[in-house]
């Protein structure tokens, strides 16, 4: 097992793509941290995936539950070898009709939050010369329509991923931004059906489905972040970008 033993965080880890990394990760022998906001879903997770589990509702957009949080994974596991960062949100508005709070929202869950999971991460990362990864999107690269603010928020991860790849090479951190094509409705949409079928009559209006392919399966992008977290001591990756050939 190529993870054995080690103690991988990962937010947004009840369902959809952060649910699947966390039963990825834990096929491989490491012990899961699940982070987010709904107890009940974490705890359901938890449970489902197996008993080296450990779930922590936190709101990654509040800073001070966030330092929190990384106190009690060092305590009740020892200490930290990977944070994941797959925590997003991407409500779809027109800007123009957005309110003050859906504005916020985004930026501080996809953007802040992850900026403050790293901040409390990395003092154990040093310790134990450890792997961020921060989930990115195809979004960045197709400028997708009503998503105009998470484009943003995505955006600007991928440039705070660089910089704080440079700022830790030094410690032995490892910094990966994993920008990630859209998934397959069944395994990743939180978004209800009228939502969503909006959104795709959007996308083909527009040509952004013809220039992105249908979409991924889950196990696509678990087995190549799992591929990051095992490279070799002496290599990284600083961007890896899946899209889909369909």
Do not use: W
Not at 54 to 67: H, L, M, N, Q, T
Not at 120 to 139: F, H, T, Y
Not at 144 to 159: G, R
Not at 211 to 237: C, K, N, R, Y
């Amino acid at each position: 097992m190529r993870l054995a033993s080690k103690v991988i965080a990962i937010t947004g880890g009840s369902y959809g793509l952060g649910k699947a990394l966390a039963n990825a990760c834990y096929s491989e022998g490491a012990r899961i941290a699940i982070i987010g906001r709904n107890s009940s879903k974490l705890e359901l997770a938890s449970n489902e995936i197996g008993e080296r589990v450990a779930s922590f509702p936190c709101d990654i957009g509040d800073p001070a539950a966030v330092r929190h949080t990384f106190e009690e994974i060092d305590a009740q596991m020892g200490g930290l070898d990977a944070l994941v960062n797959n925590a997003a949100i991407y409500p779809i508005f027109k800007l123009e009709n957005a309110s003050d709070e859906q504005l916020r929202s985004v930026i501080n869950t996809n953007l802040l939050g992850t900026m403050y999971c790293c901040r409390e991460a990395i003092p154990l990362l040093k310790k134990s010369r450890g792997d961020i990864i921060n989930v990115s999107s195809e979004a960045v690269r197709f400028y997708p329509p009503l998503l105009s603010v998470y484009t943003a928020s995505k955006s600007a991860l991928e440039a705070f991923s660089q910089s704080l790849r440079v700022e830790l090479a030094p410690s032995g951190v490892r910094v990966s931004a994993l920008r990630v094509g859209h998934l397959l409705r069944e395994d990743a949409s939180p978004l209800d059906d009228e939502t969503y079928e909006l959104m795709m009559q959007t996308f083909q209006e527009t040509g952004f489905v013809a220039a992105t392919g249908e979409g991924m399966q889950l196990d696509t992008v678990t087995s190549t972040a799992i591929h990051l977290l095992t490279l070799p001591g002496d290599a990284t990756i600083d961007l890896l970008e899946l899209r889909s050939r369909r």
